[in-house]
Structure formats: structure tokens, C-alpha cells
Nanobody
């Protein structure tokens, strides 16, 4: 069974950090572009960050640039999202998604093939 599982969410104070993990089972992540998305109550889902399957090209939504870093560890079949200097507006359910095909770039508008169940991130004092 092909599956993505997110972990690492939780409650953190403003200015704090979290590292989200996206682990794959049933397939090899290094052949996939990986995206992180988030959805806050009442809001549409938005792309946060992505990393290409070839070349490790990355992209970020403007609101997280300089604070979030996406990376992949192919040996562990896992992609990470390091989130620093968190703000209350970062509060959302965070999802990872995988897009098949060997690509040198990534984007947030492709039809991603697999999605995880999400992990809650709450930034509050």
C-alpha cells in the first residue's frame, strides 16, 4: 500500500520551531517531487514548500521564505520541513504530497498523486 505519513506537528509558542517529517511507505520518495501544503480553518489549502525529484530544486511561498527549509533524506525515504520563527498565522494542518515523474523543478499547482493525512501545527502563546 502506497502511503505518506506526516509527523512532528504540535503546539509551539510564537518564535519557536518545529520540524515536520513526511515518511513514505510502499514507494521510493526520491523519484517524486514532494510538496508541503497547509490549510487553516476557513481558508483554502495553500502550497508552502516543494522540492524537486531531480536536482533538489526548492520553492517556498513568500510568507515562509527565510523561515522554513525543505530537505530530503533519500536513505530514510523521508522529506522534512524545518519551520523556524513560527508565527500564529502559520497555524494550520500541514500535509505532504508526492508527484511522480523525474523533474528538475517543482510547483504547487500540479495534480499531486499521493497525499498524507496531515499533522496539526498550532502557534500560540
Amino acid at each position: 500500500q502506497l502511503k505518506l505519513v506526516e509527523s512532528g506537528g504540535g503546539l509551539v509558542q510564537p518564535g519557536g520551531s518545529l520540524r515536520l517529517s513526511c515518511a513514505a511507505s510502499g514507494f521510493t520518495l526520491d523519484y517524486y517531487t514532494i510538496g508541503w501544503f497547509r490549510q487553516a480553518p476557513g481558508n483554502e489549502r495553500e502550497g508552502v514548500s516543494c522540492i524537486s525529484s531531480r536536482g533538489g530544486m526548492t520553492d517556498y511561498v513568500d510568507s515562509v521564505k527565510g523561515r522554513f527549509t525543505i530537505s530530503r533524506d533519500n536513505a530514510k525515504n523521508t522529506v522534512y520541513l524545518q519551520m523556524n520563527r513560527l508565527k500564529p498565522e502559520d497555524t494550520a494542518v500541514y500535509y505532504c504530497a508526492a508527484l511522480g515523474g523525474r523533474k528538475f523543478s517543482c510547483n504547487f499547482y500540479s495534480n499531486y498523486d499521493y497525499w498524507g493525512q496531515g499533522t496539526q501545527v498550532t502557534v500560540s502563546s
